[in-house]
């Protein structure tokens, strides 16, 4: 029973904050509508969201599960964060870099 009460908080803490994001989200639509130059610009503010959920879920390829469960399994948790942090870390730095080096070489000249 206790290994129950700990999942359905566990969800109720990763659920809210999918809730409150959509939620967000869904009431800025109003505000984006009626401040953008035309319709067509609300349709890149939804792509460049999917871009940035996506991109989320490459950055972290799944480690927040990943640390739970070695962490719990782990005689030292701190040391399975800081592994974990590392290579998200280092992954997100690399992304980064390559964005902006993608990004000045295609700038065009002044």
């Keep these: 029973m206790a290994g129950l009460k700990k999942f359905i908080s566990d969800t109720a803490i990763y659920g809210l904050s999918s809730v409150v994001a959509r939620s967000v989200s869904f009431l800025l639509v109003p505000l984006y509508t009626s401040k953008l130059p035309s319709a067509g610009a609300y349709g890149v503010v939804s792509i460049m969201f999917s871009f940035c959920t996506f991109l989320?879920?490459?950055l972290t390829f799944g480690m927040e599960t990943t640390f739970f469960n070695f962490a719990r399994q782990s005689d030292n948790p701190i040391s399975v964060f800081s592994a974990a942090l590392r290579w998200v870390g280092s992954l997100a730095l690399i992304l980064v870099?390559?964005?902006?080096?993608?990004?000045l070489?295609?700038?065009?000249?002044?």
Excluded: T
């Design 105 to 110: 070489a295609h700038q065009s000249p002044s």
């Design 56 to 58: 989320n879920v490459l």
């Design 97 to 103: 870099a390559c964005g902006f080096a993608f990004d």
